[in-house]
């Protein structure tokens, strides 16, 4: 049963005197149920007494608060509001459950993230459950990829283009790195891939996505897979996280990450490599280079052309000596 269902009334009436009198529910919370919350919620702490005066009397289990307040108090901390009712705090690795098979997930997820990674599941379980009633099975792209890939870098790079429909040159048919976004997104989605992008939480504009938490992630599914960038990171940025996320969907593996660039492990290294020839061909730019020219105006001019940061084209160009 709920922990909602034990209350059923904010109020009580009674009769005292022939007048009715509104008397206020109150509702005791057990300390490590606040403790939980309290951890849960990453408020602060200044904050969240002086929005609620009287909560260190409620901590101290010298005061209990209203129906209302507890409301107004679980908004507050951004819990579900039954949660507070519990005997004992819920499980905080909720994630680990859910994604077994993320292992390289941020080991200390802000709520932030946790709460978009949540509601990002909800849509790719809906739209998983709807497409398979409709009798869609294994995206094409995905079955062909692990039918044909080689394990070559330019080889895989150039079917996983086709497999979109790109071209070698396509980031010549784009005007800057927006029309570019919106291009590979289109793309994506034409395959069957879900693309998702937010710079808040939800619609509450108090709760922006910090890139230093995340830049994307992607929760695999067969029929129904979701990408989801964030939308505070840079345009270039954005640009490298899609084609980063889709390359896991090809290689079926949910993906959380903090910076494409400092992940480890060797199919991580294989998808930034092929992430980087998908967006920057070795061919192309070995034909564009001038040796003796200056290199800076080079990487600006290299990065405009594909539609990739600075950063991204001087790691290219490094790793082709």
């Known amino acids: 049963m709920s922990p909602i269902c034990i209350i059923e009334r904010k109020e009580q009436r009674f009769r005292s005197g022939g007048i009715i009198m509104t008397k206020s529910v109150r509702i005791s919370v057990k300390p490590e149920i606040w403790d939980w919350a309290l951890t849960e919620s990453e408020r602060d ?10 909560a260190a009397k409620w901590f101290k289990q010298e005061q209990d608060p209203t129906f209302r307040q507890l409301e107004n108090m679980a908004n507050f901390l951004r819990v579900p509001f039954g949660y507070l009712l519990l005997d004992t705090p819920p499980k905080n690795d909720a994630v680990a459950a859910e994604f077994r098979s993320i292992s390289n997930k941020v080991p200390q997820m802000s709520k932030n993230l946790l709460d978009t990674i949540l509601e990002m599941d909800r849509r790719r379980s809906w739209m998983g459950d709807y497409r398979r009633e409709l009798g869609w099975s294994k995206l094409g792209i995905i079955e062909k990829f692990e039918q044909e ?16 429909g790109l071209e070698e040159d396509w980031y010549t048919k784009v005007r800057d790195l927006d029309h570019a976004f919106r291009f590979l997104r289109d793309k994506l989605e034409k395959a069957g891939v879900l693309v998702m992008r937010s710079g808040i939480v939800g619609t509450n504009t108090h709760r922006p996505l910090d890139i230093n938490d995340f830049r994307a992630f992607l929760l695999y599914d067969d029929v129904a897979p979701l990408i989801f960038v964030n939308n505070n990171d840079s345009k270039a940025g954005k640009v490298f996280s899609l084609i980063h996320e889709y390359l896991h969907v090809l290689f079926e593996q949910e993906d959380i990450f903090l910076d494409p ?9 294989r998808i930034n490599v092929l992430t980087a020839e998908v967006l920057m061909p070795r061919e192309k730019i070995v034909t564009l280079w001038r040796a003796g020219t200056d290199v800076f105006a080079q990487i600006e001019s290299l990065s405009s052309i594909f539609k990739v940061s600075q950063l991204a084209m001087s790691i290219k160009l ?4």
């Not at 890939?149 to 979109?164: C, F, G, S, T, Y």
């Not at 660039?261 to 290294?269: D, M, V």
């Open 45 to 54: 702490e200044r904050e969240l007494l002086k929005r609620f005066p009287t």
């Open 149 to 164: 890939n080689i394990k070559d870098v330019v080889a895989d790079a150039r079917l996983a283009k086709a497999l979109l």
């Open 261 to 269: 660039y400092l992940k480890t492990g060797s199919l991580e290294t």
């Open 318 to 321: 490094n790793s082709l000596g």
